[in-house]
């Protein structure tokens, strides 16, 4: 069996991590904080092979191997009921599908009012977890992501099984900066494999700069949540993670059991789908 059960289980362990602040309705970060006892053996499993195998040359063959985006060619409506077939194990009458995510996320965002482009994002922003479908283990999908090519940050979750990483012992890999300069700009630098990149890939040329950061970096909590890395950043990243901040609570806290009805807004989504992507993606 897979270390999680579900795929979601990963993005439920977040939420709890880094729970909405109290302020909000939500409980206190300090309620949750005694994740590691007793350990959640799938979660914990799940960051074990994570943070074995994201080395700097497992990146590079995966950039390699999915960048061609020559797997498919679909509309973005069809890509997502693509993605959607990736069902979970556990019982599927529980559980809310990939679709239903991704339209709480854009639904709440509407119901904020912010720009349409950022509504998109949220239809669209887990849609690189088909690479899934072909075939990609879990841990090379979703997952707390992370650079690679410098040393571990101790801010990212469960640090001390960074010690399993090959690169960890690599003297070229293991300096604070590593093969990059201070300040150089988070483009420049490489972050461990998972859905993020991926359609940040996709997407690059169709949605505003906000937007694709958001997507890229989303998953990139030791930074947007606990500032790490931060040597790393330009100040254009700085800005931009305004951006990701704001996303990442939508993402987190938009859950719940209501499944959003699919077809009644399948036209407004594909309004904006047409506003902003081209007919077709390269997958
Ligand atoms: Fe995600
Ligand atoms: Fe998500």
Redesign the pocket.
């Known amino acids: 069996m897979a270390p999680l059960d579900r795929l979601d289980d990963w993005?439920d362990f977040v939420a709890e991590l880094y729970p909405e602040p109290a302020e909000a309705g939500g409980k206190r970060r300090e309620d949750y904080r005694d994740f590691d006892e007793p350990p959640r053996d799938t979660v914990r499993e799940f960051y074990r092979l994570n943070h074995r195998g994201q080395t700097w040359n497992f990146v590079q063959r995966k950039k390699a191997e999915y960048l061609t985006l020559d797997r498919a060619e679909l509309p973005a409506w069809e890509a997502l009921e693509f993605l959607n077939t990736l069902v979970d194990d556990s019982d599927p009458d529980l559980d809310l599908s990939q679709l239903d995510h991704l339209l709480q996320t854009a639904e709440a965002i509407r119901a904020d009012g912010q720009p349409d482009w950022f509504v998109l994002t949220g239809l669209l922003?887990?849609l690189g977890k088909v690479l899934c479908l072909w075939g990609e283990p879990q841990w090379a999908v979703?997952g707390d992501t992370f650079p690679v090519g410098c040393a571990f940050s101790d801010r990212v979750v469960y640090p001390e099984l960074f010690a399993a990483n090959a690169d960890s012992t690599n003297p070229a890999y293991s300096t604070p900066l590593g093969v990059y300069e201070a300040g150089c700009g988070l483009d420049r630098v490489d972050l461990s494999w998972g859905?993020?990149e991926y359609l940040y890939q996709v997407l690059r040329d169709c949605l505003p700069e906000p937007a694709l950061y958001m997507i890229r970096y989303?998953?990139f909590y030791a930074c947007h949540r606990e500032g790490a890395y931060s040597e790393l950043m330009n100040d254009r990243d700085r800005e931009m993670f305004e951006w990701v901040r704001s996303f990442n609570n939508y993402?987190l806290y938009s859950k719940s059991d209501r499944s959003p009805r699919a077809t009644e807004l399948r036209p407004y989504y594909e309004g904006l789908i047409d506003r902003y992507l081209p007919a077709k993606l390269n997958l």
Request: glycine share 0%; net charge negative; proline share 0%.
């Open positions: 993005d922003h887990d979703v859905h993020d989303h998953s993402d």
